[in-house]
């Protein structure tokens, strides 16, 4: 096609797209200039209430609610009839052109005859509803209806924001948004409180690019606008509800706990429900208590109440519903302090409020205590569920009906006082300076977290004089706790962004590597300022490992020490790896790894996929350089509260291990890592961290020891004692004996006994993990050291095979013991039985022969050692695991019922010998002839074997035994049919 043809095709797109930008800044220059909506705010703080659930339908609910705002967008709610809702506002200014077409329309509606719509021609629209008065002792839910045509980019969806007497907003909710639909589609925004000082409330219809949150001034980068589209809205409502408040305490301390929600070592707790602005009437509240796996704790609290509504005053309206009025103003940011708010001129189109809705005035608060049978540590869930009681529909009925109306949930955790002691240890990263939780309340939770290590983004507050002074505050109480601060340079302050001219969130390779008059300036006022409790500094963010591309980094980073050096700013400095490098196994970068290398520290970041089981050896390093590992927890929603505990605490074992000198947690304050949450109190997986970093902290990877359960376990020392951590897939029994000052501890921080059973310490083991610490170390170490001469041995059935046992004598006063060994079932050894006296530091050398009978299983054997100690009766039992046959061919079998009744058995062969081998099977089932067969293996093969008459089998041993065609390799198997 000629290209003059093709210019209107080519063209047309990109003229639409310019005139709408044209059109957007004329606007924008036209008008005043206002933000779009700012991301959720967090919910409130937990003294009003810690973790919502609203779970109770709006049926059951109706008759404790009140609609303090109703609007369908009817002929009633257009008084002058001029197409737009009375007291309704649009937004204007940059990003909301004034042309959008925005009013009633009368199409098919879910309620009534008309709705509002809006059309897009790019850009975005949005419009804000009367205020409505509020008041603490109730909640607030907003519900709209909603359906679309024609997006693409844009979504729709409904906020809710509480503002104070000035009309300034103090806390902002969203819905979910919603793209194309098809059929009218609910939004809503469940119960919320108002936050302190909240006088009214607005509700937000958004039809933007993007979603909820997405906002330009919070560098969010949003979707190219739909150039059409439309969007229409109806049935909005503000329904007030009964309020319920839930806290806990410990009722025999005077002093405020680190968080809320985080009780140190109470000998019981107080729970407390609140219950407000309930109507006339009888209820029943239903206190519940579970563990962290659901599991209902104990009898319920029941109390059953009688309110009574207050007096109304006939000439004025009842609390908390006061009449709708027009907004007279639309701050749309805050509370963010980098945030830029606008105050826009009442929409010309806004019309008088109609009449509030009749409504009856709230009863008194009810206070509702229970103090459940003391709980030991652990992480608890309180719910409380309130029912209305309505009297049988007939006197002669004694009967009466509940109705479920309302339900609250809160967490919280008890935990013993503790602080781990040394260096190294576990800490947290955060990717910002907390905004919604008080940096005392993150540092209280810090230090009763086990946290040693603090990583902040320091410099990106170098603007903001309180919370600089906040920082300075915390780093006081910190340091007395001996937690390390390393501050983090990026993101850069906003003064130095916009100086640059550089995105929200620029990598430390464009920042750094920009014209150092514009940041350098910046970044040592702050190096020098901090110097005194902030040592060390990090030059990129976590995940960000684009500065190691750089070539010259080592005189990079060489030049900035010199310089803060020379300004008496004594710091050490470190970079970050790239995100391909999740572990220290990984850790190969020749640049990182340089013996002389300027900076201090390399920080590595998390794994991108759940751990696998824990490496077995540990991983050297030069010493010059540290190496900060991070794990992630698992997200919600997925997995188990257990898997995700599991993972967590396997992931933090395997980061000791692999020779990490610090281990972070990745973004505490995420709602997604169930550490801390956005109200401040702890989530569900800050008792599984805390636990294990008390458990690790500055300990050394010692191995792993063979249990007579097979249970996986890996053995740390710290201080002359062992802490082992163990867990199985399968949940079963272990008995072992591990020392006089061995005490058991379950993830959940709770103490269990470790009971003694025969001489042996009996305790149930799981896929969570368990750790015993007080470990005996000496017995401990000689379990690791325990070798056998020759761990494999050919398969030779009747002849003599010669072995060697040796251990060292650890025990501070030597060992005297009878040392026996315990062979597999019809193995017989000479001898099995030693006397030993040995003192500290020698070694036990004990020759043996073996001698294997024919019907032995080949494969891997578990060898006991008994060492009963003299004169104590106590027993050191250390287990080993003897080859028994080739490795270079192994075996797969299993069983299966066929159709005709019949019963196969599979055996599977695989070969890496990388030669061609034949093996004579031979199938020996009781009372029935032999079945044989011959099978070519090359890298795998499989042959079936079917038995009539499974049924008749069941229980019964049968023996499976492969012997190599012209070679020496035997492979024997005995099962019993299940």
């Known amino acids: 096609m000629p290209l003059r043809r093709r210019l209107p095709t080519i063209l047309l797109p990109t ?26 705010a967090p919910m409130p703080p937990p003294s009003h209430v810690s973790l919502l659930r609203e779970s109770v339908s709006p049926e059951s609910a109706r008759e404790a609610a009140v609609d303090v705002l109703s609007c369908g967008f009817e002929t009633r709610h257009d008084q002058n009839f001029d197409g737009w809702p009375d007291g309704w506002a649009r937004q204007r200014g940059r990003g909301f052109p004034a042309y959008l077409p925005i009013g009633l329309r009368e199409i098919s509606c879910p309620e009534g005859k008309s709705c509002l719509g809006m059309d897009l021609d790019g850009g975005a629209a949005a419009v804000f509803s009367p205020l409505v008065d509020v008041a603490r002792q109730f909640e607030y839910a907003v519900h709209v209806r909603a359906r679309t045509e024609g997006l693409v980019r844009d979504r729709v969806f409904l906020s809710a924001r509480f503002l104070d007497e000035r009309g300034q907003p103090l806390a902002v909710y969203f819905s979910r948004g919603i793209g194309e639909t098809s059929d009218w589609t609910e939004l809503s925004v469940a119960a919320i409180a108002p936050p302190p000082g909240a006088r009214s409330l607005s509700v937000g219809l958004h039809l933007q690019p993007g979603g909820p949150g997405d906002s330009p001034e919070r560098g969010v980068p949003l979707a190219l606008p739909d150039l059409k589209g439309s969007a229409w809205f109806d049935e909005v409502v503000v329904r007030r509800l009964p309020r319920v408040t839930l806290d806990v305490y410990d009722p025999k301390s005077a002093l405020s706990e680190p968080s809320p929600n985080l009780l140190i070592s109470p000998h019981d707790v107080e729970l407390v429900a609140r219950l407000e602005g309930w109507p006339a009437g009888r209820f029943m509240a239903r206190l519940e208590l579970f563990d962290p796996r659901g599991n209902l704790l104990g009898e319920p609290h029941e109390k059953e109440i009688t309110t009574t509504a207050a007096e109304e005053a006939p000439s004025a309206p009842a609390p908390g519903v006061a009449a709708p009025r027009a907004l007279e103003s639309v701050s749309l940011h805050e509370p963010a302090s980098h945030d830029r708010g606008g105050t826009p001129a009442p929409d010309a189109e806004s019309k008088p409020a109609e009449e509030p809705p009749s409504a009856v005035a709230p009863a008194p608060p009810v206070v509702v205590a229970w103090r459940p049978a003391a709980k030991g540590p652990g992480y608890y869930t309180l719910r409380c569920r309130v029912f209305q009681i309505a009297a049988a529909a007939s006197a002669a009925s004694r009967n009466e009906s509940r109705t479920l109306v309302a339900e609250k949930e809160t967490s919280y955790a008890i935990a013993q006082h503790e602080r781990p002691v040394g260096t190294g240890g576990f800490g947290w990263s955060l990717p910002a300076v907390p905004r919604d939780v008080p940096l005392k309340t993150f540092s209280a939770l810090a230090i009763e977290g086990g946290v040693q290590w603090l990583k902040i983004p320091a410099w990106s507050i170098a603007d903001d004089q309180q919370k600089l002074a906040d920082l300075h505050e915390v780093a006081l109480r910190l340091a007395a706790m001996d937690v390390q601060l390393v501050g983090v340079a990026s993101p850069p302050p906003e003064s130095v962004r916009k100086e640059m001219s550089l995105d929200s969130d620029p990598t430390a390779a464009q920042l750094l590597s920009a014209d150092a008059k514009a940041w350098q300036p910046s970044l040592d006022r702050t190096v020098g300022d901090l110097a005194w409790y902030i040592r060390q500094w990090q030059l990129a963010a976590d995940r960000d490992g684009s500065l190691v591309r750089r070539k010259d980094l080592p005189n990079f980073v060489d030049a900035l020490l010199r310089r803060w050096a020379g300004s008496g700013a004594s710091v050490r400095v470190g970079v970050v790896a790239p995100q391909a490098l999740a572990a220290p196994a990984e850790w190969r970068v020749p640049m990182l790894e340089m013996k002389q290398s300027p900076w201090s520290f390399v920080s ?59 281990v972070f947690l990745a973004d505490p304050l995420d709602a997604a890592s169930g550490i801390v949450r956005a109200d401040g109190t702890p989530g569900e997986l800050f008792v599984p961290w805390r636990t294990t970093a008390l458990a690790l902290h500055g300990a050394g990877f010692a191995g792993t020891i063979e249990l007579p359960g097979g249970s996986e376990n890996r053995v740390f020392v710290r201080q002359g004692k062992a802490i082992l951590v163990v867990w199985s897939r399968e949940p079963h029994e272990e008995s072992i004996y591990l020392g006089e000052t061995a005490s058991l501890v379950d993830a959940w921080g709770a103490m269990k006994p470790l009971a003694l059973r025969d001489g042996e310490h009996a305790f149930t083991v799981g896929p969570l993990p368990l750790f015993i610490l007080g470990v005996d170390e000496p017995i401990t170490r000689m379990r690791l050291a325990a070798t056998f001469a020759q761990t494999a041995m050919p398969a030779r059935v009747g002849a003599r095979l010669s072995n060697r046992l040796s251990f060292p004598s650890l025990l501070p006063d030597g060992v005297s013991a009878t040392v026996r060994l315990v062979l597999p079932e019809t193995w017989k050894g000479r001898p099995t039985k030693w006397r030993m006296d040995l003192k500290q530091g020698e070694s036990a050398d004990l020759p043996f022969d073996l001698v294997v009978p024919q019907h032995a299983d080949t494969g891997p054997q578990r060898i006991k050692i008994d060492l009963e100690l003299d004169g104590s009766g106590k027993h050191i039992t250390i287990f080993r695991t003897l080859q028994f046959g080739e490795t270079d061919v192994t075996p797969d079998l299993t069983t299966e019922i066929g159709p005709e009744g019949e019963l196969r058995v599979t055996q599977r062969l695989r070969n890496s010998t990388g030669q061609k081998l034949a093996f004579r099977c031979h199938l020996y089932v009781p009372g029935r002839p032999r079945e044989s067969a011959t099978v070519a293996v090359m890298a795998a093969a499989e042959h079936t074997f079917e038995l009539p008459d499974a049924a008749s089998l069941k229980g019964a041993t049968l023996w499976l035994r492969s012997v190599e065609v012209g070679g020496g390799r035997v492979i024997s198997r005995r099962f019993t049919v299940p």
């Not at 696998?612 to 991070?630: L, N, V």
């Open 15 to 40: 003229i639409l797209l310019v005139g709408a930008a044209l059109t957007n800044w004329l606007t924008a220059a036209e008008f005043p200039s206002i933000d779009p909506p700012p991301p959720p």
């Open 604 to 662: 590595y970041p998390p794994a991108a996929e759940a751990s696998a089981a824990p490496s077995t050896e540990s991983h050297e390093h030069d010493g010059s350089t540290r190496h900060f590992a991070a794990v992630r927890p698992l997200p919600p929603g997925q997995h188990t509260t257990d898997a995700r505990a599991a993972d967590l605490v396997l992931q933090m074992v395997s980061a000791v291990i692999d020779g990490a000198d610090a």
